[in-house]
């Protein structure tokens, strides 16, 4: 599902020099895997999801996802990649303000080929929020605002989901409640999951658990 | 239906820059149709109003002033002309009608026009209609004060038959300047939508007998409005009257002198066309600033949906049909604007001329003003588009860890 060969990137830091964050000689994730990423704050895990989605391009090295090389990809054709393929939770939701509920999750495959308009509807009522369909997120509470987002990530059937700090938003029963809520849904629909966080509580969830600093083989 | 949902959202997010901006679209576009239709129509309608007669026989002066005065009862009259002209035109071989007019009075401002009756109801005014009295009137008797009342001022003043009524002397209401003569109206005229219903009808000899005149306006009158019963004669007439003699003018054609008004008028229309051209451009510009000004609170919004797989056209159209749907409720509400200014003009003229003109006649215009605006506004959304295309995900959407 995810193979990752001598992947490396940098930035210009704002001193001018430019900073190596990620060196990953080598990454896979098989489909329907469920992996956990344990790593600390800035150390790269959030630039190297960015990578997979090919919201960020590497300096060098190689991404596929379901046989597609992310990486020879021009911008047009990631951002269909990232329709088709992959759903993204992102630590801070993410959510569209100015959208309801029910929107922001037909957004989630309104852009890729499967735009099913009951499926948004269903995966809301799947996440307890079959009440709050059109309600905008300032008037959902933040555990309801996650669960928004993931069934957003899930609307479009991805075959990857990336989950980034899914739940560090929030308390540790809505947060064990989340988590339980996206491996499911990963599970029912067959999707590969790949995981950062840096809680421990969610990490010792996941029967496979790899660290972060093992995989960013920075010199 | 995407792009639908992104534009109708991001319009309501936006709402009151939304409305201050249709708003202006909808001046521009209630401007642009009605300073157009104004000009159009009244133009038309003048030239439909001086079909009714040729030509004019009148004072020596300025045709137009001879024309204005009496064809659209405006303007001063340039002089009298001897009752004696008026015969020598009626009986000269190509004039089918000549209908003498006498004017010099008024009431509460409406003109008094002294005519012969029998002429009169000769007139077509247009094609196939004469002027018709409204049931329970007549046309007045020669020798007697009585009045037929146009439906404008019937409607204005209030006037009924059986009423009676003191005119005033001269062409401008002075309330002490009330003649002693008593008129009764005997007859409404049905509406004609001419300067006719602007006006009220008294025998000719009323005019020129009335108390205080200039005992010479007894045998005088104001002008001839004439029919002629080919067209080529009214270039012999011009060149006998106006080229050979000294004492008379013979305002031929009348179209064209009409249309000479339009002419030299014709800066002011330019002038407000300017000015409805440059409220356009100013509307289309603040489409574009006000949408370009919300790009940076947009920026984050841009980014999830690109992140979500949203393409770069994507963004790009939703912002170009955002303009363009302020474009469309700015001209939809611009109609009604339209309506508005336009039934104040059409009121003016009316009162100033008794010309009415056709307010919602349908014209291409209608549809290629509010298209072009669209369109105007469409392109002032290019160069917001132009910087949500570029917006990139990746700053954006910060990575944290």
Known sequence: ?219 | MTLLLLVYRSLRQHALSTLVTAGSIALATGLLLAVWTAKEQSQAAFAATSTSFDAVLGARGSKLQLVLNAVFHLEASPGNIAWADYENIRKHPAVKLALPIAMGDNLRGYRLVGTLASEYQKVEYAPGSTYQIAPGGRVFNEGEHEAVVGSFVARKLNLKVGDTFHPFHGLTFNEHDEHAETYTVVGILEPTNTPADRVIWIPLEGVQTMAGHDPRAATEISAVLIQLRASTAGFLLDQAINRQGNKLTFAYPVGTIVAELFQKISWFDRVLGLVAYLVALVAAASVLASIYNSMSARRRDLAILRALGARQTTIFGAVVAEAAAIGVVGVIAGLVVYGVLISIVATIIRAQTGVVIETWAWHPVFVVVPLALVALCALGGIVPALKAYRTPVADTLTPTS
């Open chain 1, 1 to 219: 599902m995810l193979a990752i060969t001598d992947l490396a990137k940098s930035f210009v830091a704002p001193d001018g020099r430019r900073t190596e964050i990620l060196r990953i000689p080598q990454f896979g994730l098989a489909a329907g895997a469920q992996v956990a990423l344990r790593g600390a704050s800035g150390s790269g895990k959030t630039t190297f999801l960015h990578l997979i989605a090919g919201i960020l391009t590497p300096d060098t090295g190689r991404i596929v996802v379901d046989g597609v090389e992310v990486t020879a990809l021009r911008e047009s054709q990631r951002d269909r990649l990232r329709a088709d393929k992959i759903g993204y939770i992102f630590q801070t939701f993410n959510l569209l303000q100015g959208f309801t509920a029910l929107e922001n999750v037909r957004l989630g495959h309104a852009f890729g080929p499967h735009a099913d308009r009951d499926h948004a509807r269903h995966l809301l009522e799947r996440v307890g929020l079959g009440s709050k369909l059109h309600h905008f997120p300032r008037q959902l509470s933040t555990g309801q605002q996650q669960r928004v987002a993931v069934a957003r990530a899930l609307a479009s059937r991805p075959k990857l989901v990336l989950a980034d700090e899914p739940t560090g938003n929030l308390d540790r029963q809505h947060a064990m409640e989340a988590l339980t809520l996206i491996r499911s849904v990963c599970a029912e629909n067959k999707a590969a999951l790949l995981l950062v966080s840096h809680d421990e509580s969610v990490l010792e969830r996941f029967e496979d658990r790899r660290e972060f600093s093992e995989i960013n083989r920075l010199p």
